[in-house]
Structure formats: C-alpha cells, structure tokens
C-alpha cells in the first residue's frame, strides 16, 4: 500500500454518530492520556451546534478523524488523530487542509493546541503556514505545555 493508491482510494465526509466507536478507539490508541470519551465525541455532533468534525475513510474503514469548532469568524482545532498503520502517508495534513478550505467560507483566522514535544505534528502546522503564538502551562496535565499556533485563513 502506498501513498498514492490511499489518496486515491479514500473518502473525506463529515463524522456522523455511526463513526463514533471507530474514531474512540484511534483516539484511545493515540493518546494515552486522552479526556475524550465516547460520550464528548457524541455530545459533539448530536448537540454542539459550533462543532464540525471530519474523518477520512478507506474502504469502508474510519482511519482518520478531524474536529473543530467554528465561533462566529474563528476556527479551532478542537482534536485530530490518525490510525498508527496509517501515519505517514500525509493524511493528517490532507484533512487539515480540507478543513482549513471548509472553515474559510466562513472563518478569518484558524487555531489549535499542540504539545511542545509533538515535533513531527509542529513541522506539519508551520509547513501549512501556522505560526507560533503562546504557550499553554499544563494545557496536557502536570508538567506538559500546549503551544498554541494560529493561520490567517484569507
């Protein structure tokens, strides 16, 4: 399996309640520490009207997902994971920039939190024109720090 054939072969559509239990467990095998339940990612798309998430679909299976919240002109990347066998083919930045195009229709500026060890992810955002603009203490829990990183959507 290569890079092309997956970009290919996959579907970019917006997560619906069926998704959930696939997106929980990339979720669960991503962050070990992670505060997202089922439950939050339910709450979500039934009830949260500034929520619009995203997954990427590769032969009927859930290999990538995307959340964020757009508030009046401001969008934020609220999560975004994906599957471990599927890291590395460039489908994290694929759906970041799918939804970086849906969010300008309506939003100016985009903005998200990532951890100031995640190197590979930090490359990624500044490679898609993020730039640094604070640091969150204990953002993660005791003793780990968010960056948080902002992008002018027009």
Do not use: C
Request: net charge negative.
């Amino acid at each position: 399996m290569d890079e092309a054939t997956i970009k290919r072969e996959l579907n970019i559509r917006r997560m619906t309640t069926d998704d959930v239990p696939s997106v929980f467990e990339i979720e669960r095998v991503s962050f070990n520490d992670s505060s997202w339940t089922k439950d939050a990612f339910y709450h979500e798309i039934e009830e949260n009207n500034f929520a619009h998430y995203f997954v990427i679909e590769y032969h009927d299976e859930i290999i990538a997902y995307l959340g964020s919240w757009i508030v009046v002109d401001q969008a934020q990347i609220t999560t975004v994971a994906v599957k471990p066998e599927y890291r590395g083919y460039g489908l994290g930045q694929l759906l970041l920039e799918y939804v970086m195009t849906y969010s300008s229709q309506v939003a100016n500026m985009m903005s998200l939190e990532v951890r100031t060890e995640n190197l590979v992810a930090q490359h990624i955002y500044q490679k898609m024109g993020f730039e640094f603009g604070g640091r969150r203490a204990n953002y993660y829990g005791e003793g780990e720090d968010a960056l948080v990183m902002w992008v002018n959507l027009k």
